[in-house]
């Protein structure tokens, strides 16, 4: 049914189902509820907020009846790939923030089946409740981050299974038809069709079972500082083969200079109006940082952790410089260092040589550079946490690293994979690196091996959407980067809605699009759920 001639009755109806506070139609709130970082304009028609899947259901039945648009989300929080915004005008939003609960939790065997809305922060208060021998892989978006959203975005984590398409099962789903299925698991009888909902268009995700991790015995996080581009293939080839021999089976990070200086501080004002280059940042940070650092954590019983070290220590030590964190060597490293600084900053220095702290990392340092390592050690400990599922106390700040306000903050995700192999991850590099100077910004980068033969790059673009010309800018350079790599083999494992539905960009062979679209016609008929996602459309 044409939109424009239905009348009313799809918000009488809707309204029955959900009651009248959980139905918004308000132009304000609608407006603020297209808010994005992408800097796009787009209409919501409403947005929806079920309490049950019995009520999603009876909201996909309305909307097969009245040729409703329907746009799922989990809890809103697809920062940098779109936010709450549908790809195209005039859907509604379906926001599965009310549904919390869990459905099932073994303690014996490390597994969760939660709802769509249960979020990061609601994860780890549950199992520490619980008094729970295992914890949940995170990521670092905050604590109000939801697993079925990150998930069901092709998103991915830290830990060892920090790879979701491969560790979730048992999604129950309300089909764009209305039908209400359980995937499955394995071992079990017929396909569990799990994956299919992981970047797809054919049902709303209600719950999803995911594998918890064991709490290690003992656990140490590292950190290792590199200062060029062939040490860098080294270290990546070196972590590859730590996957396949289970040295540090979690997934890790690995970021340029320009990554680390966002993570760590905001933009130096005499950085306001120019690009940061990697160099540039390493020194903005005082060599805290190489120009490129990799982030890692070692775990399992004491002796077991010993004996990766020693390979770590030995395998990566001499490509940089390594250190080593525990849970108590942390607050020992901060208070020493508090009482450094507070030292005349005349003696700081050679009193910092005296106590030989760290050494030889204290060794020459001045009295800025130590106020520069206490910074820093306030906040290595989120990232130490991280790869204990602890997910950060808030959501990043430095979205908004390019404007003064917050509403101003231009961010966007790029984000490409490549086979494990240095000739690979150096094209990578160069082909999107040549594109960011074209355009005019700096490059931040992160690599991960999600997957020992698989490197992949998150790299963002930040702007101030307030500045004339910025947005289509940015928007420019994000196409350019998501068309022109692929000449080089280069493609997204990841995309952002201004992306899913262009052509360009996502190209499936005949044989897929065939595939998927048949899939799409049979368990979403009238097309009522985002349509064009990730390139997936009803065809008749």
């Known amino acids: 049914?044409?939109?424009?001639?239905?009348?009313?009755?799809?918000?009488?109806?809707?309204?029955?189902?959900?009651?009248?506070?959980?139905?918004?139609?308000d132009e304000s709130a609608l407006k603020q509820a297209a808010t994005n970082t992408l800097g796009l304009e787009r209409t919501i028609a409403g947005i929806l907020y079920p309490g049950s899947t019995e009520e999603v259901r009876q909201i996909v039945l309305a909307a097969n009846?009245?040729?409703?648009?329907?746009?799922?989300?989990s809890a809103g929080m697809n920062i940098g790939y779109g936010d709450w915004l549908p790809i195209e005008d005039g859907h509604y939003v379906v926001n599965l923030r009310r549904l919390k609960g869990i459905r099932d939790f073994s303690d014996t065997f490390g597994q969760i089946r939660f709802e769509a809305g249960f979020t990061q922060g609601e994860a780890m208060k549950y199992l520490e409740e619980k008094g729970a021998k295992w914890y949940i892989d995170c990521t670092g978006v905050g604590p109000d981050g939801s697993f079925v959203g990150n998930t069901l975005e092709g998103g991915f984590g830290i830990s060892e299974y920090g790879n979701r398409r491969a560790n979730i099962s048992n999604l129950e789903v309300v089909l764009g038809n209305g039908t209400v299925v359980n995937t499955g698991v394995f071992p079990g009888c017929g396909p569990d069709t799990s994956g299919s909902f992981v970047q797809s268009n054919f049902g709303i995700v209600t719950a999803m079972q995911m594998n918890l991790l064991r709490k290690p015995e003992y656990f140490e996080s590292f950190m290792l500082k590199v200062n060029s581009d062939e040490h860098l293939f080294d270290?990546?080839?070196?972590?590859?083969?730590?996957r396949y021999q289970n040295v540090l089976?979690?997934?890790?990070?690995?970021?340029?200079?320009?990554?680390?200086?966002?993570?760590?501080?905001?933009?130096?004002?005499?950085?306001?109006?120019?690009?940061?280059?990697?160099?540039?940042?390493?020194?903005v940070l005082r060599d805290l940082v190489g120009l490129w650092?990799?982030?890692?954590?070692?775990?399992?019983?004491?002796?077991?952790?010993?004996?990766?070290?020693?390979?770590?220590?030995?395998?990566?030590?001499?490509?940089?410089?390594?250190?080593?964190?525990?849970?108590?060597?942390?607050?020992?490293?901060?208070?020493?260092?508090?009482?450094?600084v507070r030292i005349n900053p005349y003696t700081?220095?050679?009193?910092?040589?005296?106590?030989?702290?760290?050494?030889?990392?204290?060794?020459?340092?001045?009295?800025?550079?130590?106020?520069a390592m206490r910074e820093f050690l306030t906040i290595y400990p989120l990232l130490h946490e991280m790869s204990k599922g602890v997910p950060p106390p808030k959501t990043p700040s430095n979205i908004r690293w390019r404007a003064e306000k917050l509403e101003d903050a231009g961010l966007m995700w790029y984000?490409?994979?490549?086979?494990?192999?240095?000739?690979?991850?150096?094209?990578?590099?160069?082909?999107?690196?040549?594109?960011?100077?074209?355009?005019g910004f700096e490059m931040p980068v992160t690599l991960n091996i999600i997957t020992p033969d698989t490197v992949t790059g998150i790299m963002s673009i930040h702007f101030d959407k307030s500045k004339k010309g910025q947005v289509a800018k940015a928007h420019n350079l994000y196409e350019a980067l998501n068309v022109e790599l692929v000449k080089s083999g280069i493609r997204p494992y990841r995309l952002g809605i201004q992306g899913q539905s262009n052509h360009a960009i996502v190209d499936y062979e005949p044989g897929k699009t065939a595939a998927l679209s048949a899939l799409k016609k049979a368990w979403d008929p009238n097309n009522v759920i985002q349509p064009g996602r990730y390139g997936i459309f009803l065809q008749q």
């Open 415 to 439: 984000a490409p994979k490549v086979k494990a192999e240095k000739d690979n991850v150096r094209t990578m590099l160069k082909e999107a690196g040549k594109l960011y100077a074209w355009y």
């Open 65 to 73: 009846k009245y040729g409703l648009k329907l746009h799922p989300i």
């Open 348 to 371: 700081a220095g050679y009193a910092a040589r005296a106590a030989g702290l760290f050494k030889p990392t204290l060794q020459g340092k001045t009295q800025q550079d130590l106020e």
């Open 249 to 283: 089976p979690g997934i890790g990070r690995t970021a340029n200079a320009v990554r680390s200086l966002l993570t760590f501080k905001p933009c130096p004002e005499e950085y306001k109006d120019k690009v940061v280059k990697n160099e540039d940042a390493r020194k």
């Open 293 to 340: 650092t990799i982030f890692g954590a070692v775990y399992g019983s004491k002796k077991e952790v010993q004996l990766k070290r020693r390979v770590v220590q030995e395998e990566l030590g001499q490509l940089g410089d390594l250190i080593f964190f525990t849970d108590e060597s942390i607050p020992r490293m901060q208070k020493q260092l508090d009482a450094l």
């Open 235 to 242: 270290v990546l080839a070196a972590l590859r083969e730590f």
């Open 1 to 25: 049914m044409d939109q424009t001639h239905r009348g009313n009755g799809h918000l009488e109806e809707l309204s029955h189902i959900l009651g009248k506070e959980n139905l918004v139609i």
